[in-house]
């Protein structure tokens, strides 16, 4: 047996120890298939679906009392599920609730704490973020009267993957008045220090708020005692709520006071919504950052989907994901790095700076690779120029997937299969 061959040995050895396995029956998987991508979009738990049987049942039957009847009631879904998402972010109950979509969130969150005044008039972000982010980012700024091309300022990546938080603490001065980072990197897959951040921006007199799509889930979070002002993430990937399910927002409870930014008819005290008031008065809680009625059908995977979260406990989930990503390191750095595969890690390596997911660089074919790797039944994503992007889950993957993730990529290339497919790329990858 080859060394690579004997690898698989340790994969099974790894799987029969795994205290998270029992788990993996409760999500659909499909035969014949490897998924690598629960950080683009989580699979469904059977329960999950139950859950939205469930609320179509509620619907059919209870009708409109189903807003204050429903199992959930729909009336307070969004702060019910808040309460239950808190703990698995290191929150106070009445910080989090469900609400929008994450670039929604961050519309609504910026225009409440970004407040220019005198030289305190930029927004610090940075150039790997997400570019949804910086697009709503430079129209917050038009909305207040700047000009993005002035306020809007991004720490640079030394390498192109990765940023170091030196680097972003050095920006923060007097003419900044928030800053707004992602927790995990989406392409890299690089974690930041959420704590010194937040530290180092208060000592400016900055307010700091994370976009964290890609953390949530996966790592762990104090968002409450590292002080951090706001925080939003969608519920699609780590957290398995389905296409499009609703997003989530953290406010930290010393900021309940203020005045949302977009104000709407779900923020109003809720024992008094129904009023009908012309005067907005907003929940004193993170629900008074809420705008319209919630997306009830969205969220009905929610409940489950949590419940899960919270048996598997956010501890056991991080430390099986980074065994699962040491692993496929071990793969490509053992194996994979020379002459032909020429595969790299583009992934800081410590355990303190590294998500949930891996970016594996190619050279030249990673687009092609990854229409080889779904050929096989394997799905990753594909990050342009040169990125493949891995994601071993903890809650469902197994690590002889990994392993065979990892021989995959090496049959892909020794076969040459790669050439058969075109070098253009299709719309959602
Ligand atoms: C996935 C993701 C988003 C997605 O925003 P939507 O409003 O849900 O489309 C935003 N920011 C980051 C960093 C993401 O990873």
Request: with cysteine; charged share 30%.
């Amino acid at each position: 047996m080859d060394k690579f061959e004997k690898m698989k040995e340790k994969a099974e050895a790894l799987d029969a120890q795994d205290p998270l396995r029992k788990f993996r029956e409760q999500f659909v998987t499909q035969q014949g298939r490897i998924y690598m991508d629960g950080n683009s979009l989580g699979l469904p738990a059977k329960e999950s679906i139950d859950g939205v049987l469930r609320v179509i049942e509620e619907w059919k039957i209870l009708n409109i009392d189903g807003w204050l009847k429903g199992k959930i009631p729909w009336f307070i879904m969004p702060e019910e599920l808040g309460r239950r998402m808190a703990p698995l972010v290191g929150a106070l109950p009445e910080e989090v609730v469900m609400s929008g979509s994450t670039t929604s969130n961050l519309h609504s969150l910026v225009s409440t704490f970004y407040q220019p005044e005198g030289k305190r008039r930029k927004i610090l972000a940075d150039e790997l973020n997400f570019p949804s982010d910086l697009y709503a980012l430079a129209s917050q700024i038009r909305l207040k009267g700047g000009d993005p091309a002035e306020d809007l300022i991004l720490a640079k990546s030394r390498d192109g993957n990765t940023l170091e938080e030196d680097d972003i603490i050095a920006l923060m001065d007097k003419t900044v008045s928030v800053a707004i980072l992602p927790s995990v990197l989406y392409r890299s897959g690089q974690l930041l220090d959420m704590e010194k951040l937040t530290r180092s921006a208060h000592e400016k007199g900055i307010l700091i708020g994370f976009d964290c799509a890609h953390s949530v889930g996966a790592v762990l979070h104090r968002l409450h005692d590292w002080d951090v002002d706001f925080a939003f993430w969608c519920s699609y990937k780590h957290l398995n709520g389905g296409p499009g399910s609703p997003a989530f927002l953290f406010l930290h409870e010393k900021h309940f006071g203020r005045e949302p930014g977009l104000a709407g008819w779900f923020g109003y005290v809720k024992e008094k919504q129904f009023d009908m008031e012309i005067l907005f008065e907003h929940a004193k809680s993170a629900g008074g950052w809420q705008m319209g009625t919630p997306c009830v059908l969205s969220a009905a995977t929610l409940e489950a989907a949590l419940k899960i979260q919270q048996e598997a406990t956010i501890e056991k989930i991080r430390e099986k994901s980074l065994k699962l990503t040491d692993f496929l390191i071990e793969l490509v750095d053992t194996f994979l790095s020379d002459e032909p595969y020429c595969y790299s890690i583009a992934t800081p390596r410590e355990h303190e700076r590294r998500g949930g997911h891996l970016a594996i660089e190619h050279p030249k074919e990673a687009w092609r690779i990854c229409c080889a790797l779904k050929a096989r039944g394997i799905i990753p994503d594909f990050r342009p120029p040169r990125i493949i992007r891995v994601a071993p889950v903890a809650l469902y993957n197994t690590f002889t997937e990994v392993w065979e993730v990892g021989r995959a990529l090496k049959e892909i290339i020794e076969n040459k299969d790669f050439e058969r497919f075109p070098k253009e790329r299709s719309a959602v990858s």
